[in-house]
């Protein structure tokens, strides 16, 4: 039975043609080429890079950002490419997501004219492939508190420090990496075999196993001074390309969640117990039912704030309540359906058990559900509970 994507509103209808179009286009691929793969990779905790050159080719990478050669697609093209994206897995969504969001991204709104004309055709095309180092271990929730410092020495700045958790760190060509440079934070971009930066996959997770993540570790890394990225001082920096991909993130969640929500429904359907197709009981019906209203609630917002991306006038706090809400929802849907699935759903022949596992990675990155909650707080009484 080919995958039904649930829309109860008929959301379709406040879609464009070519957003359709575009969505479509990665729905199949995912249904081709990512589903088939992507339960191996996952049990044996490998990328499927065999995919990059076919995602480049889609125009998947970067498909947001407009100039040097890439297509300037709107959020909500954009936000639909990763809904199909993370329908497949988070993992694919995450690579996708760090190379256009967080590496791209600040590329083009920070980078020098020499440093977008180098790197910004080269990762579009999947020829390149970026990481975004902002965490430390001792510094997630509170990146401002970071160690890593850069020192300006001739012509030449030297950094010190160390990043964790950072997706695609071990295959990138290009580091985004954050350091504070007389007390600031800035952005640097570090090449791969650059000496005294490591680049070591981290191994050992139960979530997103069809993914690179990674420490990198940087020891007196020498980087000429024209790798400064210009554009940006302070933490604002990081955070506004946090913006872009949490944004990327609210999308991303919904997609798994209407994967969970199609496997179990169908599940449901042909699944018999005391005679009778568990769908027909008044339980399981309960559950697909709020697992449904919540994924329409969740299509509805993202589309609204979309719009208002487009519009260029989204706020921070618009963002982090997309991304609460979805990451929330998305893993209850996923862990309810699970349920419905019984044994079988603890099992890799079917989707719901890694998209759960998943979203307890995507629930925590990018802004755990609590800091979210904390920023939201924080706009609407104006009191910061951060501290
Ligand atoms: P605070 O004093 O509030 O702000 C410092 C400066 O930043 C500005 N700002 C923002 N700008 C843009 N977007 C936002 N969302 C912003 N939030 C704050 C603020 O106006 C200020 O600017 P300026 O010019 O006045 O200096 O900073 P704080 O130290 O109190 O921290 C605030 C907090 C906790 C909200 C923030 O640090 C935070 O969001 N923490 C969560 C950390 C996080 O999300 N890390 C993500 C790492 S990357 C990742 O997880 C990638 S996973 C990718 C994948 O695989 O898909
Ligand atoms: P902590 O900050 O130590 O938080 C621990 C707990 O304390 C959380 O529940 C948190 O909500 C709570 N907490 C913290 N502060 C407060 C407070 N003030 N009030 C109340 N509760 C609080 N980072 C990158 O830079 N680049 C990447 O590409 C990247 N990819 C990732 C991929 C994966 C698979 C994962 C799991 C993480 C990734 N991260 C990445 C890191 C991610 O952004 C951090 O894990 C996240 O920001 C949380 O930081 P932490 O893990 O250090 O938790």
Redesign the pocket.
């Given at each position: 039975m080919p995958y039904e994507a649930p829309d109860f509103y008929g959301i379709d209808e406040l879609l464009t043609e070519d957003e359709r179009m575009i969505r479509d286009a990665v729905r199949g691929w995912v249904e081709d080429r990512v589903l088939p793969v992507i339960s191996e990779h996952y049990l044996n905790g490998t990328f499927p890079t065999d995919l990059i050159p076919e995602m480049a080719e889609l125009g998947l990478l970067g498909a947001g950002i407009d100039g040097y050669g890439c297509p300037g697609l709107g959020a909500v093209a954009y936000g639909l490419i990763l809904q199909e994206l993370e329908r497949g897995d988070s993992g694919i969504r995450?690579f996708a997501s760090?190379q256009g969001s967080?590496v791209m991204w600040p590329i083009r709104h920070y980078g020098s004219e020499e440093q977008r004309k180098r790197w910004l055709p080269a990762l579009h095309k999947g020829e390149a492939i970026g990481?975004?180092?902002?965490?430390e271990p001792d510094h997630?929730?509170?990146p401002g508190g970071m160690e890593t410092r850069a020192v300006k020495q001739g012509d030449r700045y030297v950094l010190n420090g160390a990043?964790m958790?950072?997706?695609?760190?071990s295959m990138a060509d290009v580091a985004v990496v954050w350091a504070k440079l007389d007390g600031v934070v800035r952005g640097f971009l570090v090449e791969k075999g650059t000496p005294g930066f490591l680049q070591r996959s981290m191994g050992k997770?139960f979530?997103?196993r069809a993914?690179d993540?990674s420490e990198l570790v940087l020891q007196d890394v020498a980087v000429p001074l024209g790798n400064l990225m210009p554009g940006v001082e302070g933490l604002r920096g990081p955070l506004n390309c946090l913006t872009q991909a949490r944004a990327g993130i609210a999308w991303g969640v919904c997609g798994a969640a209407m994967a969970c929500y199609d496997e179990a429904r169908r599940y449901a359907l042909q699944r018999t117990q005391f005679g009778k197709p568990i769908g027909q009981f008044q339980i399981i019906q309960g559950k697909l039912v709020e697992a449904l209203a919540e994924i329409t609630k969740m299509q509805l917002l993202n589309l609204r704030m979309g719009r208002i991306k487009e519009g260029g006038k989204v706020t921070p706090q618009q963002v982090s309540l997309a991304k609460r809400n979805g990451c929330h929802f998305a893993l209850e849907i996923a862990r309810t359906c699970r349920q419905i699935l019984g044994a079988n759903g603890i099992t890799a022949e079917y989707q719901v058990m890694r998209h759960m596992c998943n979203l307890e990675?995507v629930i925590?990155?990018?802004?755990?559900?609590?800091?979210h909650t904390?920023i939201l707080g924080h706009a609407i009484t104006g009191l910061d509970?951060?501290?």
């Amino acid at each position: 039975m080919p995958y039904e994507a649930p829309d109860f509103y008929g959301i379709d209808e406040l879609l464009t043609e070519d957003e359709r179009m575009i969505r479509d286009a990665v729905r199949g691929w995912v249904e081709d080429r990512v589903l088939p793969v992507i339960s191996e990779h996952y049990l044996n905790g490998t990328f499927p890079t065999d995919l990059i050159p076919e995602m480049a080719e889609l125009g998947l990478l970067g498909a947001g950002i407009d100039g040097y050669g890439c297509p300037g697609l709107g959020a909500v093209a954009y936000g639909l490419i990763l809904q199909e994206l993370e329908r497949g897995d988070s993992g694919i969504r995450s690579f996708a997501s760090v190379q256009g969001s967080l590496v791209m991204w600040p590329i083009r709104h920070y980078g020098s004219e020499e440093q977008r004309k180098r790197w910004l055709p080269a990762l579009h095309k999947g020829e390149a492939i970026g990481c975004f180092g902002l965490t430390e271990p001792d510094h997630g929730s509170d990146p401002g508190g970071m160690e890593t410092r850069a020192v300006k020495q001739g012509d030449r700045y030297v950094l010190n420090g160390a990043k964790m958790w950072i997706t695609n760190g071990s295959m990138a060509d290009v580091a985004v990496v954050w350091a504070k440079l007389d007390g600031v934070v800035r952005g640097f971009l570090v090449e791969k075999g650059t000496p005294g930066f490591l680049q070591r996959s981290m191994g050992k997770k139960f979530s997103l196993r069809a993914s690179d993540t990674s420490e990198l570790v940087l020891q007196d890394v020498a980087v000429p001074l024209g790798n400064l990225m210009p554009g940006v001082e302070g933490l604002r920096g990081p955070l506004n390309c946090l913006t872009q991909a949490r944004a990327g993130i609210a999308w991303g969640v919904c997609g798994a969640a209407m994967a969970c929500y199609d496997e179990a429904r169908r599940y449901a359907l042909q699944r018999t117990q005391f005679g009778k197709p568990i769908g027909q009981f008044q339980i399981i019906q309960g559950k697909l039912v709020e697992a449904l209203a919540e994924i329409t609630k969740m299509q509805l917002l993202n589309l609204r704030m979309g719009r208002i991306k487009e519009g260029g006038k989204v706020t921070p706090q618009q963002v982090s309540l997309a991304k609460r809400n979805g990451c929330h929802f998305a893993l209850e849907i996923a862990r309810t359906c699970r349920q419905i699935l019984g044994a079988n759903g603890i099992t890799a022949e079917y989707q719901v058990m890694r998209h759960m596992c998943n979203l307890e990675s995507v629930i925590t990155y990018e802004g755990t559900h609590d800091i979210h909650t904390l920023i939201l707080g924080h706009a609407i009484t104006g009191l910061d509970a951060f501290r």
